[in-house]
């Protein structure tokens, strides 16, 4: 199974933190869902606000593209918390992911 690495473009001293296929697929859901123009697909934004939020609440909300007036709400993995409290105890908000 491929797996992906998260590299911090503002902490360039941290080493970067492994993720699955699965988990890379799924960054969008943590963004602030604003579009940051990167000018690349492989780099995200996770606001420290936003991350400290969802690790708080541990459920994340999806709406979808067929009834946007309803949202489900999701139960974060233990993948994804550890990417998210890795995140916010670096104080992490800029990312770029590549192939491991």
């Given amino acids: 199974m491929t797996k992906y ?5 503002d902490k360039i001293e ?5 993720i699955s296929a699965t988990l890379r697929n799924q960054l969008q859901y943590f963004t602030d869902g604003k579009i940051h123009d990167t ?9 420290i606000a936003r991350t400290t939020e969802l690790l708080e609440d541990g459920v ?4 979808s593209p067929l009834d946007d007036q ?6 974060i993995t ?5 990417l998210l ?6 104080r992490i908000e800029e990312v770029r992911i590549t192939e491991a």
């Fill in 5 to 9: 690495h998260v590299i911090p473009l």
């Fill in 14 to 18: 941290i080493a970067p933190y492994e």
């Fill in 39 to 47: 000018g690349n697909s492989d780099e995200f934004v996770f606001p």
């Fill in 60 to 63: 994340f909300y999806v709406v």
């Fill in 70 to 75: 309803n949202q489900a709400e999701i139960e």
């Fill in 78 to 82: 233990e993948e994804q918390e550890d």
């Fill in 85 to 90: 409290e890795w995140l916010v105890s670096n």
